[in-house]
């Protein structure tokens, strides 16, 4: 797993030996700093199940309960069998179009 600080988001790269320990890695990063909009790109992860995507939800809500926004790049899954409250995106450029998307609706309220 890598990270990388952009101008509005952080990108979690994220690396098939540490997905079971993903979800906790980045909740306990995330304790006692400024969260920032994120991206999670899964593209280099060659065994990606629907149950480990699922298991991001936790962290969703965290973000979503303090408006900031938690997209995921997955281009190796189904995206409409995936929970709801996740948002997902099949490349890193339609993510950043998620972010921004999501600022507008909660700017203009919604």
């Known amino acids: 797993m890598s990270i990388q600080s952009h101008k509005s988001y952080e990108l979690v790269v994220a690396a098939d030996d540490n997905m079971s320990a993903l979800p906790q890695i980045l909740i306990n990063r995330l304790k006692g700093s400024e969260l920032r909009h994120m991206i999670i790109d899964f593209s280099d992860v060659t065994q990606l199940s629907m ?55 909660r700017d203009l309220g919604f």
């Open 51 to 105: 149950t480990q995507i699922n298991g991001f939800v936790d962290l969703t809500n965290g973000f979503a309960a303090a408006k900031k926004s938690l997209v995921m790049v997955v281009p190796q899954l189904n995206l409409t069998e995936l929970e709801n409250t996740i948002s997902m995106a099949p490349t890193l450029l339609e993510a950043e179009d998620v972010i921004q998307m999501e600022e507008m609706a």
